[in-house]
């Protein structure tokens, strides 16, 4: 099992930008599959992007259109999800998700979760 601890949430107007870290310990990070999810209060949780262990392969989900970009740092135990021209509606609570096994979108791939960062985009 891989703790996960998120951070670089806050407060941030329309069109603007964050940097989420998600550090990791307790086992080595560059032997998991990284992902971002979002959730807003009484809706599912929201794929946003994915990294192998190694950064060769990424997704992003649908909504992102080239806005935010993922990524990590082996060596720091870190992974990154920098988020620009940010907008109201990307307002959430984003998690940070790790597998052994190979990304997906789906949620329920991942069985170790950070405890989440509130993002607030104000318009």
């Known amino acids: 099992q891989v703790q996960l601890v998120e951070s670089g949430g806050g407060l941030v107007q329309a069109g603007g930008s964050l940097r989420l870290s998600c550090a990791a310990s307790?086992?080595?990070?560059?032997?998991?599959?990284v992902a971002w999810f979002r959730q807003i209060p009484g809706k599912w949780r929201e794929f946003v992007a994915s990294?192998?262990?190694?950064?060769?392969?990424?997704y992003y989900g649908d909504f992102v259109k080239g806005r935010f970009i993922i990524d990590r740092d082996n060596g720091k135990n870190t992974g990154y999800l920098q988020m620009n021209s940010l907008k109201p509606e990307d307002t959430a609570v984003y998690y940070c998700?790790?597998?052994?096994?190979?990304?997906?979108?789906?949620?329920?791939?991942?069985?170790?979760w950070g405890q989440g960062t509130q993002v607030t985009v104000s318009s």
């Open positions: 998700a790790a597998t052994r096994g190979t990304q997906s979108r789906d949620p329920s791939s991942y069985g170790d």
């Open positions: 307790g086992r080595p990070f560059s032997r998991y599959d």
């Open positions: 990294i192998s262990w190694n950064g060769a392969s990424r």
